[in-house]
């Protein structure tokens, strides 16, 4: 519940929608831990103080899953208040990355074509980033 005054502190997140040029889209699996556990998601984090959105993702996708970033678009913003915590997802589109995809902290990954990404479990917040995949791939 929000208990203070005013409205509520949303948190900047950086997400990449990452593709390898054949329709494919990489995704992970969040720790039991985590807020939002055991959901599938793109790989990002939360924007620390004094970085930008593509620093923050360059910092996360190295950290989260050992690629380093060569070109990345935005592509969409989403607001989501999940009630015990409220969320901004800035996500990014990677095009062109150097380096091998994988779970450098263990998780769960892998490399899903979009028309299959609806059949996982993702937080509420993403089915609007499923969706639009979705249309761009039908043309
Ligand atoms: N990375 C990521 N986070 C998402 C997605 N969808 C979604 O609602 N979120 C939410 C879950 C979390 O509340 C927040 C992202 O935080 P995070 O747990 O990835 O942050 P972080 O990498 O800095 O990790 P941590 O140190 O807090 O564990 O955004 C998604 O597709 N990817
Ligand atoms: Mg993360």
Request: glycine share 10%.
């Amino acid at each position: 519940m929000n208990t203070e005054a005013g409205p509520k502190k949303s948190v900047l997140v950086a997400v990449g929608v990452i593709e390898n040029g054949t329709g494919d889209i990489f995704i992970c699996r969040r720790g039991e831990s985590q807020h939002q556990a055991c959901k599938w998601e793109f790989p990002g984090g939360k924007v620390e103080a004094g970085e930008t959105v593509p620093q923050a993702l360059a910092r996360e996708l190295e950290e989260e899953i050992g690629i380093r970033v060569a070109s990345c678009q935005p592509f969409m913003r989403i607001e989501h208040d999940y009630g015990d915590k409220q969320v901004t997802l800035d996500i990014r589109k990677v095009t062109a990355f150097e380096g091998e995809a994988h779970g450098r902290e263990g998780q769960p990954s892998r490399w899903v074509p979009i028309p299959e990404l609806h059949r996982y479990d993702f937080p509420a917040a993403n089915a609007p980033i499923v969706h639009k995949l979705q249309l761009e791939a039908e043309g």
